[in-house]
């Protein structure tokens, strides 16, 4: 069936430096991707999208990278900040299917002043 | 503008009892979805509502839930003789509807505890 994972559940990094959440999914099907951030007691915030034509798309401080061979998507995080500090989660959508979104379980991110 | 709007924001109720949450969505969005998120994990899909269509059910996980969308925009969730393993928080999200023209928007959802 369907699945979307995390490689790690929890990463920690210094105020500054970069930071890479990866993400693997399973289904050969899905064809849109959203990186999402939740902090504690807040509903999932959108970040950033990527279409399965694109490999790569950048935003303000952040790129998602797309590689459809290995079946991976990665959300970088640059100049990372205390802010920054949050759950990322990973969801995809399927070509054809329905409009709903199948979630990984989570990175949990600790910016270290 | 306005986000997505839950309410309530948390509700306590006893084991055995119908509870109701409530979403408001975004203006103009025409897709409006139900997730659940149990601590620690990742959204669960419950059902999804576009337009006039029938909704996808398939999320839901007995006939104890169930959801409605009035006037394709208000939707309510329904929960019927609450169990403990309801317990989780509730998450409604919008989006225009169609892929790539609008991500899903979420509230912040109703924290739900059973007795």
């Known amino acids: 069936g369907e699945s979307v994972g995390l490689h790690l559940p929890t990463l920690s990094v210094q105020e500054g430096d970069n930071s890479i959440i990866n993400c693997a999914y399973s289904?050969?099907?899905?064809?849109?991707f959203i990186w999402y951030k939740q902090e504690s007691g807040k509903g999932p915030q959108f970040i950033i999208d990527i279409r399965s034509n694109m490999d790569k798309r950048q935003g303000q401080r952040v790129t998602v990278l797309l590689n459809k061979t290995v079946k991976h998507l990665s959300l970088q995080i640059a100049a990372t900040q205390p802010g920054d500090s949050a759950v990322y989660f990973c969801?995809?959508?399927?070509?054809?299917?329905?409009?709903?979104?199948?979630f990984g379980k989570g990175t949990k991110l600790t910016v270290n002043p | 503008g306005a986000g997505v709007s839950q309410s309530p924001s948390n509700k306590v109720t006893e084991k055995g009892k119908d509870v109701e949450l409530r979403c408001d969505p975004i203006s103009g969005h025409t897709a409006l979805y139900w997730y659940r998120q149990s601590l620690g994990q990742g959204l669960e899909f419950l059902i999804y509502?576009?337009?006039?269509?029938?909704?996808?059910k398939s999320g839901l996980p007995s006939d104890r839930f169930s959801a409605e969308r009035t006037g394709g925009s208000v939707s309510t969730l329904t929960i019927q003789r609450t169990q403990q393993e309801d317990s989780a928080v509730y998450l409604c999200?919008?989006?225009?509807?169609?892929?790539?023209?609008?991500?899903?928007?979420f509230g912040d959802g109703t924290r739900l505890s059973i007795l």
């Open positions: 509502f576009q337009g006039n269509s029938a909704p996808d």
């Open positions: 969801a995809e959508n399927s070509r054809g299917g329905s409009e709903k979104l199948v």
């Open positions: 999200a919008s989006s225009y509807g169609a892929k790539g023209k609008g991500a899903q928007h």
């Open positions: 289904n050969s099907a899905s064809d849109y």
